[in-house]
């Protein structure tokens, strides 16, 4: 089960942490039946062959810092994307499902290499040292909610400045909707501001799919309302646990949704909900 969610004895029952993350946060406001389908009931998904190729470049990048400065190369990031896919298919044997055969795998594979590129053509990592990578910061609120985060990089330079950057695997979203991508490196940013107890200068979205960044520069108080919204979600998402309604909210991503079995949209009654118990 995941950290905010695990199964007790009676399966109909879930013990609900009071955590949030900016994914689950976005899920809710989406559409808060995916929401509790994803989190609460855990029903199962069907792996992606778009997100399990953004989790491999993932891993990739995370593991090439581990190599001396010199040896973080292009070359060497594409030869450890054999290994970190088996590493992955060992961890979750669903993931064989999907591919048809090798030749598409091979294919698959050499779209990944090609994203290595792009990451290549924007930043030299030889020239990086991370602070963090891949780290899981946890800051707990008054109110008994915990805001939960993974940072895909972290970096500190010699004056004390932060910079926080993340991967995306897809292409830069219009303009009109940069600023809703921004939403989660600026709950980052507020992770780090609390645990380190500096405010980082510089968010950036890399988007290997086009080669495009989007920089941000927070400030304090962008940082409390950022605080202030996805605390009001939680309340959003606690109000439905204790009423137990998760309304179906019908939009354009519903053809792409992996709940259209349980879900009204596609009439289909909605599962019965567990009974909650807060922990």
Not at 158 to 163: A, E, F, K, T, Y
Not at 200 to 208: A, S
Request: glycine share 4%.
């Amino acid at each position: 089960m995941s950290d905010d969610v695990s199964a007790s004895e009676s399966a109909r029952t879930v013990r609900v942490r009071k955590t949030l993350s900016p994914s689950r946060a976005e899920d809710f406001v989406s559409c808060p039946l995916k929401y509790r389908y994803r989190t609460i009931d855990r029903l199962p998904e069907p792996p992606s062959v778009t997100a399990t190729r953004g989790t491999l470049v993932h891993a990739v990048l995370e593991r090439l810092f581990d190599n001396e400065p010199a040896q973080r190369t292009l070359a060497a990031a594409q030869d450890m994307l054999p290994g970190e896919w088996r590493a992955l298919l060992d961890s979750d044997s669903s993931l064989a499902s999907l591919f048809a055969d090798g030749a598409e795998e091979r294919l698959w594979l050499e779209s990944a290499k090609s994203l290595l590129d792009s990451y290549f053509a924007m930043e030299d990592p030889q020239r990086l040292e991370p602070a963090k990578r891949e780290w899981r910061a946890e800051w707990p609120l008054d109110s008994g909610l915990t805001f939960v985060g993974v940072l895909d990089r972290m970096e500190v330079a010699p004056d004390g400045r932060v910079r926080i950057v993340d991967y995306k695997t897809g292409k830069a979203p219009a303009e009109r909707f940069q600023d809703r991508a921004m939403n989660q490196m600026r709950f980052y940013a507020y992770l780090v501001w609390q645990v380190t107890g500096v405010v980082p200068t510089l968010l950036q979205l890399l988007y290997l799919g086009d080669r495009k960044t989007l920089n941000y520069e927070p400030t304090e108080p962008e940082l409390l309302n950022t605080k202030a919204r996805f605390e009001a979600i939680w309340e959003a998402i606690e109000n439905s646990l204790v009423s137990g309604v998760f309304e179906h909210k019908p939009g354009p991503l519903c053809r792409f949704c992996s709940f259209q079995d349980a879900c009204p949209q596609y009439g289909a009654e909605v599962l019965p909900i567990p009974t909650i118990q807060f922990v």
